[in-house]
């Protein structure tokens, strides 16, 4: 189907439905249960998986085949965040405009960037895409404020002109009169559900670009940023120049999280320079690699996972853990408490930390490699089917 | 010509960080050849070092004065630290004082343990693997030793001041024949250049004079033959990357002063002294050593109201962009050896 193989086609499949059904598969507890806090189907944080779904998709085209480790590329995604915003402020709430403006700011943005950071490849590369990011960030913040509204972020004022702005027309981010933030919500019984028009737009939107990406992973084109990967010198020898294949992917994942961006601002019609920040590129890279680098569904799991991980525990608190523990004796509750209130709440990104280190020692290809292993411990998969994990880096010879 | 000198001399303070921090990344790079993205971290560790011991001096307890009452008319309570009561007030009131100093003795010995353990525990398991995933883990262990920090200290700076004496500035223009009051300088960054001067030159002498140096320089340019001549290369490398975690710590903690320490200071100095190393050279001492103070010089000029007003913002970018032309136009470096990472 579509001139995918049988398998990407269940895949693609497979993600259409959950993306599709995620309100109801994110809510699996009833709305006033004390497991309520572990529900992650509303609105804000849906739209927060599949915008960061695509951010990751992008970067995994740039990281997962060719191996080139950029550590800047939250300066896209702050670049379409920007130009989307920009957009509202010029013509109107209408996102359209806003977001095709995004991805081809930051596609120009990559072109410029990865023509001059690609002459050099391994930590070279990965430092002057950094050096470039952080510049954007340090820019945003100060000499560009006429373009940024520095510190205080770019947001839409009454006073912007909205040239194309009706009276018909909503006065928040809509798509032809459909507002992104209005959300039927469905009760049934002690559930209750939330529908959001901006996550079902995104989640459309992820769902063509996971499309795309699987066109290009199964691409000639593909294949050969996999074997930049693989054995780049090898590749020169037999007479190829790698340079526009990289500098494509480099543009091409450049513009996926120009759409993210867009898509953000989109969402919430605000754009601030510290999502240019390295430590948001490292968030990205954490994604990849947490949920599998060089496969095509692991961005995206990577990518829900800490984000879902982000917001269910960061809400923990003591009062939280001192329900949970409360069955246990008063001593062994408070210890409890003691050894768990660190990785909690405001602790969150301190298991972040030791959740990276140990997939990078213990599981380099993510949660992916993971899932197969415990697939293949069980006995589900056969032997023949032990293809070598994507993640291979090692060189040939 | 004062506001030269004043630039020049607002450069070598924040120099002598990078070239710090600079000159223990390309220690580890040089020797084990592994990117530490951790190296911030170490730096903000010797920092907290030195917030931990002024702590620990400072702890004091309260006796009740009957002869005074505080602004409730209740008895007044008085602190008194342990220490002053150990030493008598005046001796222990100045070990209070020199806290930041004495921390330098307090850091060595906890930064060395901590570069033992990180490269026995953890860097000793990716020599082999790609860069990447070395610079991956790392960044994930900064991320944790940060959060850890956070969780003890807090996410506010915690001040700490320099001893008594080094408060105030150095009228440094007056040496020269300026007016007074025209090229002042604190003392305690005058402090911080010489400090970082006497280690850099340690760590050189160190490398250079000494048996154990000179194996490590040798293991540096071909560890393998090293190795066959029945030396025990990795067991240097480990104690070097002790040695570099020190240099960062003692960095961190000189700092302290200058900059109230926060968790995430580490985290700032890193990618800026990452430049600094790529401009230097990978894996060039010297190299590290010049190229921090040039930056740092550098950096300063660039803040001058002069030349700001010229080229707006040129104060935030300007190590990166000349780190991006050094790479493209010299891609080993100032320093760096032919073919070392080159590509």
């Known amino acids: 189907m579509l001139g995918l193989e049988k398998k990407d086609t269940s895949l693609l499949i497979v993600v259409a439905i959950l993306t599709m059904c995620a309100p109801f598969i994110l809510n699996p507890f009833p709305a006033d249960s004390a497991l309520a806090q572990f529900n992650a189907g509303y609105p804000d944080l849906m739209q927060r998986f599949v915008i960061f779904g695509i951010f990751a998709i992008g970067f995994n085209i740039l990281f997962g085949l060719t191996g080139y480790l950029s550590f800047g590329h939250a300066a896209f995604l702050g670049v379409g965040s920007y130009s989307a915003v920009w957009m509202f402020k010029l013509l109107g709430y209408n996102i359209l405009p806003g977001i095709f403006l995004s991805v081809i700011t930051s596609g120009l943005f990559a072109l410029l960037i990865g023509y001059i950071s690609l002459r050099r490849s391994g930590i070279y590369f990965s430092i002057l895409t950094l050096a470039f990011a952080q510049m954007s960030f340090a820019l945003a913040y100060s000499v560009l404020t006429p373009l940024t509204n520095g510190e205080t972020g770019l947001q839409v004022y009454t006073s912007d002109p909205q040239y194309f702005h009706s009276d018909a027309m909503p006065n928040i981010p809509h798509l032809f009169g459909q507002e992104m933030q209005s959300t039927y919500t469905l009760d049934a019984g002690a559930w209750s559900f939330d529908f959001n028009t901006g996550y079902y737009l995104c989640a459309l939107i992820m769902l063509g670009m996971f499309y795309l990406a699987i066109r290009i992973f199964r691409s000639p084109f593909g294949l050969m940023l996999k074997a930049i990967k693989t054995n780049q010198t090898r590749l020169n020898y037999t007479g190829l120049n790698p340079r526009p294949y990289t500098l494509a992917a480099f543009v091409i994942s450049g513009m996926y999280a120009g759409l993210a961006g867009g898509l953000m601002a989109s969402m919430d019609p605000l754009a601030g320079a510290e999502r240019m920040q390295w430590t948001a590129s490292g968030e990205v890279v954490l994604m990849t690699i947490l949920g599998g680098a060089g496969t095509l569904i692991g961005p995206v799991l990577g990518a829900g996972f800490i984000k879902y991980f982000e917001n269910i525990f960061s809400k923990i608190n003591d009062t939280v853990l001192h329900q949970w523990f409360a069955f246990l004796p008063d001593g062994i509750e408070d210890f409890l408490i003691a050894i768990v209130h660190p990785f909690v709440g405001k602790g969150w990104h301190l298991t972040l930390g030791l959740l990276f280190m140990a997939i990078v020692i213990f599981l380099p290809g993510g949660l992916v490699e993971g899932g197969q292993k415990i697939a293949r411990r069980l006995g589900l998969k056969k032997a023949k089917d032990e293809t070598p994990a994507a993640t291979d880096t090692t060189p040939a010879e | 010509m004062d506001v030269i000198i004043l630039q020049l001399l607002n450069g070598l303070d924040k120099g002598s ?327």
């Open chain 2, 17 to 343: 960080a990078y070239a710090l921090i600079a000159l223990g990344l390309t220690l580890i790079f040089g020797t084990l050849g592994v990117v530490n993205f951790a190296h911030g971290a170490l730096f903000m560790l010797g920092a907290f070092c030195a917030v931990t011991l002024q702590k620990i001096l400072s702890l004091s307890f309260e006796t009740v004065d009957p002869t005074k009452t505080d602004f409730l008319g209740n008895p007044a309570k008085i602190k008194t630290p342990y220490v002053e009561s150990w030493f008598g007030p005046e001796l222990g009131s100045s070990i209070i004082d020199w806290s930041v100093p004495l921390a330098i003795l307090f850091a060595i010995p906890i930064m060395i343990g901590v570069g033992f353990v990180m490269e026995r525990g953890l860097i000793k398991h990716f020599y082999k693997r790609p860069h990447a995933d070395q610079i991956l883990v790392t960044f994930g262990l900064a991320i944790v030793i940060q959060e850890v920090i956070k969780q003890f200290y807090g996410a506010n700076p915690i001040p700490t001041p320099a001893p008594d004496m080094f408060k105030g500035s150095f009228d440094f223009g007056t040496l020269l024949g300026f007016d007074p009051n025209v090229v002042i300088y604190p003392y305690w960054r005058l402090v911080y250049f010489f400090f970082a001067a006497l280690i850099i030159a340690a760590v050189f002498g160190f490398l250079q004079f000494t048996t154990f140096g000179m194996v490590v320089r040798a293991g540096m340019a071909d560890r393998e033959t090293v190795g066959l001549l029945g030396i025990n290369i990795d067991k240097r490398f480990t104690i070097m990357f002790g040695i570099a975690a020190a240099v960062a710590g003692l960095a961190g903690v000189m700092y302290a002063p200058i900059n109230s320490p926060n968790y995430h200071m580490g985290m700032d100095f890193l990618v800026l002294s990452f430049v600094v190393v790529v401009v230097g050279g990978m894996g060039s001492l010297p190299g590290a050593v010049l190229a921090g103070f040039l930056l740092g010089i550098l950096e300063s000029f660039s803040s001058m109201n002069e030349i700001k007003q010229i080229l707006p913002g040129i104060d935030q970018i300007i190590i990166y962009l000349v780190a991006i032309i050094i790479l493209l136009v010299r891609p080993r470096g100032l320093m760096g050896r032919k073919g070392v990472m080159e590509d």
